[in-house]
């Protein structure tokens, strides 16, 4: 179904969801092996991943050729810590399939200039083209990436303060929360909107409740899911099913 102008997939569980977005991005990479794919992390996509993993060690798909962009990373936390985004992509992704090392990108959260890295990523990603495919999860407040609400959107990859509802949120992977870091880098809301297609995986009744109430009301920079609105090319998949 649509809701506005977003291609709405509800399925009933969280494998049948991963198994849904997989397809969508194994066929990109066929269908364009040098494809430049816009990955995420959180817990909604390692699902996902997994089938990714399958399919490449099954030889359907390969990354030999493919480029990635992640969208976020925690200010402070290097590739060996394991709560860093680096980190969970090379856990749940990058270990385990062909891409090459130079065709990973990720914002350096432990860049000595925070301000001429945030520079650098979004100029990064004009240089490979754009992005073909960019997947995303969605906060429980409706954030996108770090895209945390606010009072405007802001376009290009920049350093953002974490909420403290997102810092309690995602306190469930660290010791405590304390140890979450404050702020993080993140793709800008231009840099995600430029890409040619966007896929987004959500799972349990708050992420739909947050989704509906971002796409059958208005813009909202309170909401950043809601820019998605204006977008030509969404598809966002969702189930119930809460994470186990
Ligand atoms: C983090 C990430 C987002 C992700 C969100 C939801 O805040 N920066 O990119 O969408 O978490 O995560 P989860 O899938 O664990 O609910």
């Not at 073909?132 to 376009?155: M, S, W, Y």
């Not at 304390?178 to 993080?184: I, L, Y």
Request: with cysteine.
């Amino acid at each position: 179904m649509k809701i506005n102008n977003i291609n709405w997939i509800c399925v009933e569980t969280y494998e049948e969801m991963s198994r849904l977005a997989a397809e969508k991005l194994a066929s990109q990479l066929k269908n364009k092996p040098d494809s430049v794919l816009g990955l995420a992390t959180g817990s909604t996509p390692i699902g996902l991943y997994q089938n990714l993993v399958k399919a490449c060690r099954a030889g359907e798909i390969s990354f030999a050729d493919a480029k990635s962009v992640n969208l976020d990373e925690y200010v402070g936390l290097d590739a060996s810590h394991p709560q860093s985004y680096r980190y969970f992509m090379n856990d749940n992704l990058f270990s385990h399939v062909d891409i090459k090392e130079e065709n990973i990108n990720i914002p350096q959260g432990c860049a000595e200039d925070i301000a001429a890295e945030c520079v650098r990523y979004s100029a990064k990603i004009r240089e490979l083209g754009g992005v073909d495919i960019q997947l995303l999860g969605v906060g429980n407040n409706g954030h996108i990436a770090f895209n945390e609400p606010c009072d405007r959107f802001i376009g290009r990859t920049h350093e953002v303060p974490l909420t403290e509802s997102t810092r309690e949120a995602n306190a469930r992977f660290f010791d405590s929360i304390d140890e979450v870091p404050k702020s993080a880098l993140t793709m800008g809301i231009a840099d995600i909107f430029e890409a040619k297609e966007i896929l987004l995986v959500a799972n349990g009744e708050k992420k739909i409740e947050i989704l509906k109430k971002a796409f059958e009301g208005d813009i909202d920079p309170d909401i950043p899911v809601s820019i998605l609105l204006l977008h030509p090319n969404v598809t966002v998949i969702v189930t119930p099913e809460a994470s186990k």
